[in-house]
Nanobody, 125 residues
Framework: QVQLVDSGGGEVQAGGSLTLSCVRSGTTFSWYPVGWFRQAPGKEREFVAAANWNGGSTAYADSVRGRFSIARDSAKIAWYLHMNNLKPEDTAVYYC??????????????????WGQGTQVTVSS
């Protein structure tokens, strides 16, 4: 059973940076893609960023492009979301997700099977 543990959230001031981590366990296969999503209070979960299994193909929401970036560790069991120049509107619970059906990324919540528990990011003005 694939499990994801995401961490690294916290509280920062506008303009600050955070790096979120997503560690995968429960499988020896490495060709899992990653999707990062976020959910603010009273809002639907929305796409933030995604990468295919080796990071060779990535996608970003317009709202974070140029500020956020995805990276993967060499052992291919952890993904990172580097977040720079954070804004108050980035405040949300952030989730990583993956799926086993394909090694390609998706921007759709419904197309991911496994989810982390979420980590809170709070950006103050």
């Amino acid at each position: 059973q694939v499990q994801l543990v995401d961490s690294g959230g916290g509280e920062v001031q506008a303009g600050g940076s955070l790096t979120l981590s997503c560690v995968r366990s429960g499988t020896t296969f490495s060709w899992y893609p990653v999707g990062w999503f976020r959910q603010a209070p009273g809002k639907e979960r929305e796409f933030v960023a995604a990468a295919n299994w080796n990071g060779g193909s990535t996608a970003y929401a317009d709202s974070v492009r140029g500020r956020f970036s995805i990276a993967r560790d060499s052992a291919k069991i952890a993904w990172y979301l580097h977040m720079n120049n954070l804004k108050p509107e980035d405040t949300a619970v952030y989730y990583c997700a993956t799926r086993r059906e394909t090694s390609d990324w998706s921007t759709k919540v419904s197309e991911y099977t496994y989810w982390g528990q979420g980590t809170q990011v709070t950006v103050s003005s």
